[in-house]
């Protein structure tokens, strides 16, 4: 096991802090975004949800049993509550409501729709973390984490009923 107390070259035994030869990233990690690039994120995730959430209405009437739609229902129900977030972000940054069109996700078969979901879910996990780290602003950083961690969830649901799923 490595110890970090025994190798002077990047630990400074004496006053427990890192020495000046390892450079410590600057604030935000993946940034800074110009704002006008963080509103046009904030716009991209409202249609995502929007669409998330017309995908699991249709992928919910499909469930073939009780665990599959609670499951579904529960990230339904959770894309709803983040497109109402990112609605009321995106007011309150730019003082107009925004203006998207729901595209539809389409699917050959209920397994594949699992699976688009699930694919779908990690996309989003990935685009909503850069976007946290692309900004210092703590409400944007809050609203994307929290919608993050729901969409954590969903993937491991997903992916659960994706691998019991036996129809086609």
Do not use: W
């Amino acid at each position: 096991m490595f110890d970090y107390c025994s190798c002077n070259k990047f630990y400074d035994n004496h006053s427990n802090k890192m020495c000046n030869n390892v450079q410590i990233p600057s604030l935000p990690l993946k940034g800074p975004k110009p704002f006008e690039e963080i509103i046009h994120d904030i716009c991209k995730a409202i249609e995502g949800e929007a669409a998330a959430a017309d995908f699991y209405c249709h992928l919910l009437k499909e469930a073939p049993n009780k665990l599959h739609g609670e499951f579904i229902e529960h990230a339904y129900r959770d894309e709803l509550e983040h497109l109402q977030m990112f609605t009321k972000l995106y007011c309150y940054y730019t003082d107009e409501e925004p203006k998207y069109e729901v595209k539809p996700i389409r699917y050959p078969c209920y397994k594949e729709g699992l699976l688009t979901a699930l694919i779908g879910e990690l996309e989003t996990v990935e685009f909503y973390r850069n976007v946290q780290l692309s900004t210092m602003d703590q409400v944007i950083i809050d609203c994307f984490y929290l919608a993050m961690v729901d969409e954590l969830e969903h993937a491991t649901m997903f992916s659960t009923l994706f691998n019991t799923c036996t129809a086609k």
